[in-house]
């Protein structure tokens, strides 16, 4: 198989209707319609969702199509998200990549979302090197969180994951609490420059294994700013900017002293993260940081790899396709709660 394999991908699991062409591991363009309808509601709303991939799905393809330069006869591979997700949403990805498929006879590979995320570091640019394997990941997206260890390309296993609350979550609900928008885990990030990460203490959850959990932490925040509130009214806006940097320290704590103990009980000191989360600025600069201080070698994806895009879609059918030889059936669809 020749390495300019030009692949299709298309991504509609959440909130994001995003297509974008590969060229080998080049990224040709990689076009993402947000949906800003859910803000209003504080999350994402499922039927609206659906609909609005509805409504962007052949205008993202086409773009994507056009702005690589391409025509969609060159394509000589579709890779779709197969889940996890929202089924509406998968459902609509899934219908048109299957349906393209079969009228331009063009092989058809699913993909694992979460995988999908992982696979993002073997996009190829210039700005930094790509993991070698073994290595763990911290996937943390808005609706998982995940320590994955990575033998290759499509040899995955979970080895901890939340038991409630994602990463993501947490700092979405918890913005929501402080009167920001969905999702609120970016303006955190932005807020938080500007705070003091001592100003608050909140609850630190106790598990022993590599699992996490983030609910008992909403509910100490919000406890907390209750209490506060009842004291002074304009409690939050006084305090916006301590309260996300206080909120930001105690999460990505949580998420590095996970990574630390299952590096330390691995052996594997080979770490990256990868999901919407690991655009976190603060997440980033500790990582690093723990990688300094352990000797350990640190991946951290592209910036706009991060959070869902169609390009890390594409990537993971490609090495699918092209390294396990696998083509995927028409008969096979959706699934809201895929495993690796
Ligand atoms: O991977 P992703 O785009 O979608 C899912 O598969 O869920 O992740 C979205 C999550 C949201 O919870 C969002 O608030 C969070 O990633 N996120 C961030 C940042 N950018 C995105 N959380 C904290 N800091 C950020 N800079
Ligand atoms: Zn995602």
Redesign the pocket.
Known sequence: MTDNLIVLGIES??D?TSAAILKGSKVLSNIIASQKIHEEYGGVVPELASRAHQQNIIPVVDVAIKSANIDKKDIDLIAYTKGPGLLGSLLVGTSFAKSLSFSLNIPLVSVN?MQA?ILAHFIEHDEQEKPEFPFLCLTV????TQIVRVENYNEMKIIGSTLDDAA??A??KSAKVLGLKY????L??KYAKEGNINAFTFGKPKIDNLDFSFSGLKTSIMNKINTLLQKDKNFISNNLEDLCASIQESIVSILIDKINKASLQTGISNIAIA???S???YLRKKLIELGKNNNYKIYIPKFEY???NAAMIAIAGKYKFQTDDIVTDFSETASARLSF
């Open positions: 699991s959440c994001e979302h995320h997206s808005g609706g998982h993501g979550e700092f979405d999702p609120g885990g970016p955190i990030d999901g919407g989360v655009a976190n600025s991060c959070t869902d």
